[in-house]
């Protein structure tokens, strides 16, 4: 039996993933607008695939409950699957993780050895240097009492539960024994390549892949703010020409390395930050790291002044914003691209906007004051705006230059 901890996007996914293939799974959740939503049978997001997983396991398999008692005195294995966001100079704040840990030790009340799963995405080092020595202050003693593992997580918002029930790979960092065999029979569903490395390693593979994507997305940034400066280029055309090359072919890969208005969400701003902060703690202080997050944050401001040079001096000019959500897919707008987009323009003086997205609208209503409103459908904001910028690519805003003689900035290249 496991106990999972945090029911967001990684959490619930787990819990239901885990549940799917025959295991006992509580689910603990501190908000308890999101808790007694699941247990309510409805998603507190959205995410294809997990609104059927839900009901199917909901109160079968997968029991979600604030009785951490119940929880951890049925469970062999706690999984953490709560948020790691921006701490101090870009760490990251394992604030949530240390307080979920705390609370799990004050739920044991027998002296039966379990394992603690990090699945919230941490730098490396910090099982062995923080997570082991907070036990050790507690009187824990690891692994005897407890063992301490990581597991990252890959998946993608919008595809989570497909990427977590047909995983590539699944990596386990481990250090003792009894928490790799624990694991390994957790993941006895899958025929992906379970691969045990040590802690560290297990850390360092997360931000080896959020750091390479975010490399290859800034990289394609920068080249089409190089096309744009040497003027004449058909940036979307030479992105997709540079995609038949026969290397670029097989899976998905190339999909990060084409041009938008900069990577957003939850996961590349924040992990990014929080590598090159490691590192640099640690004295060595990555430069392509470093010039990848410097572009990333000149997106917005760079994406704002192309909308500009399309909107001209007029400040009363009606900006249409197509897109809100960090990603097609997916409701999120943690750290969306459009929301700094927006603030940019707010910032050069340009305030009578209209922004719509399929999903996102009343998310992004909760999380940015802005000077902004939402239109009721795409035909409105069609109607309303005198010019348009897509800023999300979802494939609706694809007939728009049929919708309109308006002029329209294609931030995201997909036009
Ligand atoms: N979202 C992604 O695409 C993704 C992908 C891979 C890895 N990750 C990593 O996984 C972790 C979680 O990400 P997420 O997007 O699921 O976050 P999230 O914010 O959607 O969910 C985290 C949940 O944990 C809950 N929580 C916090 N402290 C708690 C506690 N003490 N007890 C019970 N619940 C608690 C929060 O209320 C929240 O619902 C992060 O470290 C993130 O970097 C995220």
Request: glycine share 10%; net charge negative.
């Amino acid at each position: 039996m496991v106990t999972v901890v945090g029911l967001g996007f990684v959490g619930l996914t787990t819990a239901l993933g885990f549940a799917d293939h025959g295991i006992k799974v509580y689910g603990l959740e501190a908000m308890p607008e999101r808790l007694s939503t699941i247990q309510g049978g409805k998603l507190p997001f959205m995410e294809p695939g997990l609104d059927e997983a839900l009901p199917r396991n909901l109160g079968k398999n997968f029991i979600p409950t604030d009785d951490w008692d119940l929880a951890i005195a049925n469970s062999e294995c706690v999984y953490y699957c709560v948020g790691t966001p921006y701490g101090e100079d870009g760490q990251a704040d394992l604030t949530y993780l240390f307080g979920a840990m705390d609370q799990t030790l004050a739920a044991i009340h027998d002296g039966k050895p379990r394992v603690m799963v990090v699945k919230s995405t941490v730098p490396p080092s910090t099982c062995e240097k923080r997570v082991i020595p907070f036990l050790a202050e507690r009187g824990v003693k690891v692994p005897e009492q407890m063992g301490v593992a990581n597991n990252p997580e890959f998946l993608r918002e919008g595809h989570c539960w497909d990427d977590f029930t047909q995983p590539d790979r699944i990596v386990l960092g481990v250090s003792d024994e009894r928490s790799e065999a624990m694991l390994r029979k957790l993941y006895a569903w899958t025929d992906a390549p379970v691969i045990a490395v040590n802690l560290n390693t297990g850390e360092y593979i997360k931000y080896l892949s959020n750091t390479s994507l975010a490399c290859l997305i800034s990289f394609s940034n920068e080249m089409s703010l190089a096309a744009d400066a040497i003027g004449g280029i058909d940036v979307a055309k030479a992105f997709r020409v540079l995609h038949m090359d026969k290397r670029w072919q097989t899976g998905t890969i190339r999909a990060y390395c084409y041009p938008g208005c900069g990577y957003g969400g939850y996961c590349l701003p924040k992990d990014t930050n929080a590598f090159y902060a490691v590192a640099k703690g640690v004295g060595f202080d990555g430069q392509i790291l470093k010039n990848v997050i410097d572009t990333n944050d000149a997106m917005p401001e760079a994406t704002a002044k192309r909308i500009i040079r399309a909107a001209g001096e007029d400040k009363d000019v009606c900006i249409g914003i197509l897109g809100l959500s960090f990603n097609v897919g997916s409701d999120d707008v943690r750290d969306a691209p459009s929301g700094r987009i927006i603030r940019a323009l707010n910032e050069a003086g340009y305030k009578n906007i209209v922004a719509y997205d399929p999903v996102a609208m009343e998310g992004f209503q909760r999380f940015y004051k802005l000077d902004y409103h939402c239109a009721a459908g795409y035909e409105d904001v069609v109607r309303e705006a005198d010019m348009f910028a897509i800023t999300t690519a979802w494939p609706m805003f694809g007939d728009i230059k049929e919708k309109t003689d308006k002029p329209v900035v294609d931030c995201r290249y997909m036009l």
